[in-house]
């Protein structure tokens, strides 16, 4: 374990507060538009997908199926995973494994909460989800906002979190890489 | 005869006797502890054996309550007056025996999610009518989490068993696994659980919620077809 030092909590609060004004989950389904689009190229540029184009999941049960299926491509959870531990790595060395761990939990507990809450009103808006899917829901915002913490308090702010987390801001949830087809819901 | 005492705030726990308030941060303590060891040892780690994205994000809600509840209980902790340090593996008390299984695969964190969440849920409920107030709001609040977590581990069961490779690996994981269990509830005489039972902040004899986890355990399971292994129940 790191030695102690004091850590800046700055930084999480700012994300704290970005996380409690975004639309989680309130354009599901809903026709993709420029914005979209652009922060959905930004994100798959920034992890170096290649090529990909991006389509709409319409409704829950087309999601659910989309993110039970065995074709998925596990090209970015793999470079998200790597890109985390390293950015983890680089911020426990600056502020302290411990006093990082444990402000990235509470934040985490706190927004896990609120965006649970999101998702259920979502799903309950649009009908057809799967009791589980909004848990599922919940954890995908949760680690988009766990992922931009480790990345901010590493001293980076132009890591793909960033358009992962604007793209759940603006209301959508990436779903993942099917072939070379981003899928936002 | 004890005389009966309900304690409804953190702040009249400091008038209450020094027997009920050493036993009441030995609970908070306990689980603040191993909420926290059970996360870092078995539900994060599962997120890379998760075998889609729905699954691994689910998995990821899971960890991040069992974080979260680990957060409740140390917070309330700090209310009482604990040390931070004695609610964190490594530098107060030892996790229990059951977090020493190894996690290999996803099979045994559906196991463990079916058995041990199970357990977990009857510790919890255990604490539903406890009489330090703050502890039974707390556990009240975990609840719900907990059983979603023991339907976690039923849901994916019911996957793994459409095929008979799956049923066989599910059962070989219930089988290395499921030992590890029964010693969960504690000693048979166990003079903390005396205490807690004499001042009604637990309610029943470590004996008691063993024996009616083998119950429930052996339903679960037998419900998917499944069976359990042969243990030696006394602690």
């Known amino acids: 374990m790191k030695p102690a030092v004091s850590l800046p ?3 999480l609060d700012r994300l704290r507060a970005e996380a409690r004004a975004a639309s989680w989950f309130a354009a599901l389904g809903e026709p993709l538009i420029e914005g979209d689009l652009a922060d959905a190229e930004a994100y798959g540029n920034a992890l170096d997908l290649g090529s990909l184009t991006t389509r709409l999941a319409h409704d829950w049960p087309e999601a659910e199926r989309l993110l039970k299926s065995r074709d998925w491509s596990p090209a970015l959870w793999d470079r998200e ?37 999101k998702a ?11 009791k589980a899917s909004v848990h599922v829901a919940a954890g995908a915002a949760s680690q988009a906002v766990y992922q931009l913490a480790v990345a901010r308090m590493a001293g980076d702010t132009a890591s793909p979190f960033e358009s992962k987390f604007r793209l759940f801001a ?12 981003l899928i936002l819901f | 005869m004890t005389q009966p005492i309900i304690v409804k705030t953190v702040e009249e726990l400091k008038d209450a006797p020094e027997e009920y308030r050493e036993a009441v941060a030995k609970l908070v303590i306990s689980h603040a502890v191993n909420e926290l060891y059970g996360a870092q040892v078995f539900d994060e780690p599962a997120i890379a054996y998760a075998p889609t994205p729905y699954a691994k994000w689910l998995t990821c809600r899971v960890a991040m309550e069992e ?8 917070q309330l902790g700090v209310q009482m007056g604990i040390p931070e340090e004695r609610m964190i593996p490594g530098t107060g008390k030892r996790p229990l025996s059951i977090f020493e299984f190894p996690l290999k695969t996803w099979e045994e964190f559906v196991a463990i999610k079916l058995l041990a969440d199970l357990a977990e849920i009857l510790q919890v409920e255990d604490l539903l ?3 330090f107030h703050p502890l039974r709001n707390l556990a009240r609040a975990t609840m719900p989490e907990e059983r979603f977590h023991a339907q976690f581990g039923e849901d994916f069961t019911a996957e793994l068993i459409k095929t008979a490779e799956g049923k066989a690996t599910l059962q070989a994981a219930i089988d290395e696994y499921f030992p590890y269990l029964p010693s969960f ?10 205490v807690f039972r004499k001042w009604n902040i637990k309610q029943r004899t470590n004996d008691e919620m063993r024996a009616d986890f083998m119950t429930r355990a052996t339903e679960v399971a037998s419900k998917y077809g499944l069976t359990l292994p042969e243990v030696r129940q006394a602690a």
């Open chain 1, 9 to 11: 909590l700055a930084p």
């Open chain 1, 81 to 117: 995973e790597a890109l985390r531990r390293v950015l983890l790595g680089r911020a426990e060395t600056l502020h302290g494994e411990r006093e990082l761990w444990t402000a990235l939990t509470e934040l985490t507990t706190d927004i896990g909460e609120l965006v649970h809450g």
């Open chain 1, 120 to 130: 259920a009103t979502a799903a309950a808006r649009m009908g057809d989800a799967a």
């Open chain 1, 170 to 181: 603006a209301g959508r949830w990436p779903l993942g890489i099917m072939g070379s087809t």
């Open chain 2, 67 to 74: 974080y979260g509840h680990h957060v409740r209980f140390k």
């Open chain 2, 129 to 131: 009518h406890c009489t």
């Open chain 2, 185 to 194: 509830f504690g000693g048979s005489k166990s003079r903390n659980n005396e």
